[in-house]
């Protein structure tokens, strides 16, 4: 269609309009002394940038909107900004008002190159190829391909050792039976009366050394402690008797990705995940009501020992965290 | 001695040396053509010095090492905690290195407008069509390069070790560990064992500031050169053709302009960083895994990503005892490994449906190609509204809505909203070229009204120019494919399913308001 019809002439770049600097000497000496203007505002950006080197950084300037600022922090940089800035402005404007603005003509050639090279390269690589002989040679060729494959593949070995095996590390934590849940921070045992009904706690289980614990197990024990009246649960037996006095314990670690679920709704009884809105109800053993999350967040059976003191009386009976491949096989 | 005579002597030295000088004479009389669209490229490649410059600085204070250290430094109400060497040196750069924080804020929002600036040069390119034959392969190494972008900025927004960067690590380990069968093994190759542990962060160091650097600055090169030998491509219009380039020569207006708005794009970065805060990491505390701050945010270029994840079904499955978390691996591997592989085969895609596999340095006005148009507003509205559910928190407590009705509206939003973007761009398209037709015809609309002796008002049209005559039907538009799914016995040939699917595609993608032409123009005349 588009062949059929006669389409509108081109009518060839417009006529060059030239600039008043381009022949007028007053406007071409005005449009020099702006851009070295320019570069003389840029040579002052770069005297305050040197000035507010040298205040101290405890010196605050007000500036309207932005309020108090620190004048070495905002010297330096508005110095810094202005000696950048103002030489592209100068150079740009020099381009722009007395360097050539005529536009020029290139010519541009199709890249196919014309049929006889292109022939000839086509020979060139057939030729190269026939000398080889790999066509034929099938010996070769699949020896050759083994062999390049299994020397790009086994260098993958080498990185072996950039980490052990998951074993069943993902599947474990620190609490065990009759672990003590111990306050984070300040590591003291809790006893039920020290919660009072509504309130939540962050707990981990009682270590040897408390100055020390490891991210790595505080990735994995960390526990949320919510204390409700009992009768607000809504739980089968088991799951009840996993609780003591109203104190229901789950695993931080959101079932989704990890996060910590920190957010606790106290009215509505909700934990929510502020990586990803997981909501989780605590008087439903976390069942999931909204978001990405596939599984409730693991409960930690919890009871007390002779004295009052809050006990595990089991490790989790599950995987704590995100999901994997293995989580739920022996 | 004028700087003239100089600079010839500096010409004469080098090609004494090298015989380069009609080499360097042709390319410095390279032609490059102007126009604002052209620049966002540039902003991309002069972020990016800014970013080698910047982080090359911060490398002599950074310690990138999750050693435990108890902070003494300045900053009192962090004074005496346990943290990492990672946290704590970030601290001082912050607060003892005289400029530590102005580089550490030009470097993170260079970051982002590196990222901002790959984006809008995407959609340039996008749009006009920039990417068709003979500059496909430079369109694949630009989206390596938008993908690399994405990476390296994550992982350089990790190496703090706060609160913050920590918890995005989380949600990082947590994707590979959801890989099917070798996730838990990948996640602890990656990390050296569980997570956290202390060999992640000089691993991400390393790969930040060496190997994904050197990538960069190869594929860079390459983009660049090949932008240099294929010569630039330019908007249509009067006087430029498929056979020429109209612009400036390189020497010296284009090497001003550019050498210029190098220090402007400096510039204005330095000037974001002394007056916006960003990522004031001494607000969020270092890393521990068992604490997390609400309105945790990712920063704008993984916002689609975490907006994806968060309004993903709560859908798990077990496979003969095995864990498969589709609400992972939907939104964290398969919808964009289909977004970053659809966008880089499009080229390919569009030249298959068109059949046209001519050369074309002549790029599209958008409207004159409205499918393609349509289906970028589409993945743009796409990534919106994943972006959007990627602050929902945010947004529900700005605007006092409630979170879940904000996640259910994106969750019908992303399946709706996508396709109706599609339909009304490819209307608007549409209309704008019959817009343009109505113009060629009868001219502009002067606003002068004249009242005829009948009594009749009209409106005075006033032709418009040769030239935007020349520019508004200059477009090529080619008529749909006709391919035969059936031989001359009716009988379907093999392929047949394929053709019609193609044939559907084509007639899609010509869709177009017939534009003007001279016999159209006569006709008129002759009223």
């Given at each position: 269609?588009s ?8 009518p060839?770049l417009p ?5 008043k600097?381009?022949?007028?000497p007053v406007a071409a000496?005005?449009a020099?002394?702006q851009?070295?203007?320019m ?8 005297v305050?940038m040197?000035?507010?080197f ?21 010297g ?15 150079a740009?404007?020099w381009?722009?008002t ?11 050639h ?10 000839e ?16 040679r099938s ?8 062999a ?14 950039l980490?052990?095996l998951p074993?069943?590390d993902?599947k474990k934590?620190?609490w065990k ?7 984070d ?8 009366s020290?919660?009072e009904v ?5 707990v ?18 960390a ?5 409700l009246r009992?009768d607000?649960?809504n739980?089968?037996a088991?799951r009840?008797?996993?609780t003591?006095?109203g104190?229901?314990?789950?695993s931080?670690?959101?079932?989704h ?17 502020p990586c990803?809105q997981?909501t989780?109800?605590?008087t ?5 009501i ?8 693991p409960q930690l059976n919890i009871t007390v020992d002779?004295?009052g ?6 490790p ?10 293995g989580?739920?096989?022996? | 001695m004028t700087?003239e005579h100089r600079?010839g002597q ?5 090609d004494?040396r090298?015989g380069?000088?009609?080499w360097?004479?042709k ?23 800014i ?5 090359t600085?911060?490398t002599?204070?950074?310690d990138?090492?999750?050693?435990e ?6 900053y009192e109400?962090?004074?005496g905690?346990q943290m ?12 003892e290195v ?7 804020q030009i ?6 407008i590196f ?9 340039r ?12 392969a ?9 993908t690399?972008g994405?990476?390296?900025?994550f992982?350089g927004?990790s ?5 913050l960067?920590?918890?995005?690590i ?6 590979i560990q959801?890989?099917p ?19 992640f ?11 994904l ?5 190869a ?6 050169m090949?932008?240099w030998?294929?010569?630039?491509t ?7 053709t498929?056979k020429n ?14 050498g210029g708005?190098?220090?402007?794009v400096?510039?204005?970065t330095?000037?974001?960083a002394?007056?916006?805060s960003?990522?004031?990491?001494w607000?969020?505390g270092p890393?521990t ?10 920063d704008?270029y993984m ?7 968060r ?9 003969f ?5 589709w609400?992972i ?7 964009p490994g289909?977004?970053f592989?659809?966008m880089?085969?499009?080229p390919f ?17 958008p ?6 148009t ?6 743009i509205t ?5 972006l959007?559910n ?5 947004i529900?407590t700005h605007?006092d ?10 969750r ?6 996508p ?7 490819k209307r608007?398209c549409?209309s ?12 502009r609309?002067t ?8 009594g ?5 049209h006033?032709p418009?120019s040769p030239e935007?005559a020349y520019l ?10 006709e391919?035969a799914?059936?031989?001359a016995?009716g009988v ?18 010509a869709e177009?308001?017939?534009k ?5 123009l006569?006709?008129i005349?002759?009223?």
């Open positions: 269609m062949n059929e019809i006669e389409a509108i002439k081109d060839g006529a060059h309009v030239h600039r600097a381009d022949h007028d000496r005005r020099e002394r851009v070295a203007a570069f003389m505002i840029s040579a002052l950006g770069t305050l040197i000035a507010s040298f205040i101290p950084d405890d010196v605050f300037v007000f500036v309207p909107v932005m309020g108090d600022q620190n004048a070495h922090q905002l330096l940089g508005l110095g810094m900004a202005i000696s950048l800035f103002f030489i592209g402005m100068g740009i404007h381009a722009k007395l360097m050539p603005d005529q536009e020029v003509i290139a010519h541009r199709e890249f196919r190159s014309p049929d006889s090279d292109r022939k390269f086509v020979d060139t690589v057939k030729e190269g190829a026939a000398a080889t002989g790999l066509g034929r010996l070769i060729k699949r020896t050759l391909g083994a390049v494959g299994l020397s790009a593949i086994s260098p993958l070995l080498l990185f072996r050792d980490g052990p074993e069943d993902l934590t620190s039976k009759g672990t003590y849940l111990v306050t921070p300040g590591d003291r045992r809790i006893r039920a020290d919660l509504g309130a939540v706690a962050q981990l289980p009682e270590s040897d050394d408390p100055e020390h614990r490891k991210l790595n197990d505080i990735a994995k024990d526990v949320l402690l919510i204390r009992p607000e649960f739980l089968d088991e009840l008797s996993w003591h006095e104190i229901i314990a789950f931080k670690i959101c079932s990705m990890g996060c910590a679920v920190a957010l606790y709704e106290q009215t509505t009884k909700h934990l929510l995940c990803h997981s989780f109800d605590v439903r053993a976390a069942k999931v909204f978001g990405p999350a596939a599984r409730p967040l002779a004295e003191y809050l006990v595990a009386r089991d989790f009976y599950e995987p704590i965290g995100p999901s994997f491949w989580r739920i096989s022996s | 700087t600079l500096v010409a004469n030295y080098v004494e090298t380069a000088a009609a360097m004479k390319n410095l009389q390279k032609v490059f053509p102007d126009h604002w669209s052209f620049l966002l490229g540039e902003v991309a490649l002069y972020s990016f010095i970013l080698l410059l910047s982080g600085y911060l002599f204070w950074f990138p090492s999750a050693r250290v108890i902070y003494e430094g300045s109400p962090l004074e905690v990492s060497a990672a946290y704590a040196s970030t601290l001082h750069i912050s607060f005289r400029g530590g924080l102005l580089m550490r470097h993170h929002w260079a970051a982002l990222m901002a600036a790959i984006v809008a040069h995407l959609m390119v996008f749009f006009t069509g920039a990417f068709r034959k003979p500059r496909e430079n369109w694949i190494i630009g989206i390596g390069l938008l690399l994405i990476v390296e900025g992982l927004y190496l703090p070790d706060d609160l960067s920590g918890t995005g989380r949600i990082a380990e947590a994707i959801a890989i069968v070798v996730g838990s093994y990948l996640s602890y190759f990656a990390f050296g064992g569980a997570f956290p542990g202390e060999a962060i000089p691993r991400i160091y390393i790969v930040h500031v060496l190997l650097p050197g990538a960069f600055l594929l860079i090169t390459v983009h660049l090949m932008v030998y294929q010569k630039h330019q908007y249509p219009g009067p006087g430029r498929e380039v109209v612009g400036y020569p390189l020497m010296p207006v284009y090497m001003a302009k550019a708005f190098f220090f402007i400096f510039g204005v330095a000037f974001i002394a007056v916006a960003i990522n004031p990491i607000l969020y890393y895994p068992g604490q997390i701050s609400a309105g945790s945010q990712p704008w916002g689609w990503l975490d907006g994806l994840v309004m993903a079904p709560p859908i798990e499955t077990y496979f005892g095995y864990t498969i978390s609400n691996l939907i939104p964290g591997l398969i919808v289909i977004l592989t659809g880089a085969l499009y895609i569009e030249s298959w449906i068109t059949g046209d596999k001519r050369e074309h340095h002549l790029l599209d006005r409207r004159n190609a409205p499918n393609r349509a289906l970028g507003a589409m993945s796409f990534m919106i509204v994943a959007i990627g602050g929902n928190d945010l529900a605007f809505l409630s979170i879940n009705q904000i996640m259910w509206g994106t019908v939003g992303i399946f709706v909203l396709p109706l973007a599609f339909v009304i761009t608007l549409l704008l070229q019959r817009a343009d037709r109505e113009l060629v015809l009868h001219g609309e606003g002068r009204l004249l009242r005829l002796p009948s009749e008002f009209v409106e005075v006033e418009i935007k508004l039907t200059s477009h090529e538009q080619a008529p749909a494919l391919l799914t059936e031989d016995r379907k040939r093999a392929g047949a399913i394929r053709n019609k699917i193609r044939s559907r595609m084509s007639v899609a993608h177009a308001v017939p003007v032409s001279t016999e159209d006569k006709e005349e002759s009223h």
